[in-house]
């Protein structure tokens, strides 16, 4: 019972980070599971179906732009990691978390590996569910604020999403301890529209 780890959306300017655990079945073979950056967007929203089907537990949870501003963006991905092996259905004997680091507090043993999403299954499936789950949430914040274009570039420092920021302003959805977007909030006392 082994768990991969692994998370979407540390470096963007807005949204939630997402972390996925997931427990895949050795009975039920996966094809085409790679790390999520290297496949296209149709072959992740075709992949992740086939991982909630057929693993034997997978969880995708978050951190919120909240807590990514109060505790930071490495500990917010943590927290969502570590959330994401909390509610799986089926505890693991051991996590395989992708990245040098390993959460604190889980309750089973639990081991880095750097590239993991490319070198373990469960890893690149828990890949594919975070990436999938988080680009999902900023085509919604696309429908919700269609001037920022966050379905085009995720929520990522992109001209097209800096221009917006400059265009329109920063967001309740912006993480406020970024960059561009601290940087907006002090030359415009703090406004938020």
């Given at each position: 019972?082994?768990?991969?780890?692994?998370?979407?959306?540390?470096?963007?300017?807005?949204?939630?980070?997402?972390?996925?655990?997931?427990?895949?079945?050795?009975?039920?073979?996966?094809?085409?599971?790679?790390?999520?950056?290297?496949?296209?967007?149709?072959?992740?929203?075709?992949?992740?179906?086939?991982?909630?089907?057929?693993?034997?537990?997978?969880?995708?949870?978050?951190?919120?732009?909240?807590?990514?501003?109060?505790?930071?963006?490495?500990?917010?991905?943590?927290?969502?990691?570590?959330?994401?092996?909390?509610?799986?259905?089926?505890?693991?004997?051991?996590?395989?978390?992708?990245?040098?680091?390993?959460?604190?507090?889980?309750?089973?043993?639990?081991?880095?590996?750097?590239?993991?999403?490319?070198?373990?299954?469960?890893?690149?499936?828990?890949?594919?569910?975070?990436k999938t789950a988080r680009d999902a949430e900023l085509v919604a914040l696309d429908a919700l604020y269609?001037?920022?274009?966050?379905?085009?570039?995720?929520g990522y420092p992109t001209a097209e999403h800096l221009a917006a920021i400059e265009a329109h302003g920063?967001?309740?959805?912006?993480?406020?301890?970024?960059?561009?977007?601290?940087?907006?909030?002090?030359?415009?006392?703090?406004?938020?529209?």
């Open positions: 019972m082994i768990a991969g780890v692994d998370e979407a959306g540390r470096g963007p300017l807005a949204g939630a980070v997402f972390a996925a655990a997931v427990i895949l079945d050795p009975a039920k073979s996966i094809q085409g599971l790679a790390d999520s950056k290297k496949l296209s967007e149709k072959q992740r929203d075709a992949l992740a179906p086939q991982i909630k089907e057929r693993a034997l537990a997978w969880c995708i949870a978050s951190a919120s732009v909240a807590e990514i501003d109060t505790l930071n963006i490495l500990q917010a991905t943590m927290l969502a990691m570590r959330r994401a092996v909390e509610g799986l259905a089926e505890a693991p004997d051991e996590v395989l978390i992708d990245g040098n680091r390993v959460p604190k507090g889980l309750a089973m043993p639990a081991r880095a590996i750097v590239k993991g999403d490319a070198l373990e299954p469960a890893i690149s499936a828990a890949s594919i569910l975070a269609p001037a920022y274009g966050f379905a085009r570039h995720k920063v967001l309740a959805v912006h993480r406020k301890t970024f960059g561009p977007v601290k940087r907006w909030l002090a030359t415009h006392q703090g406004e938020l529209f």
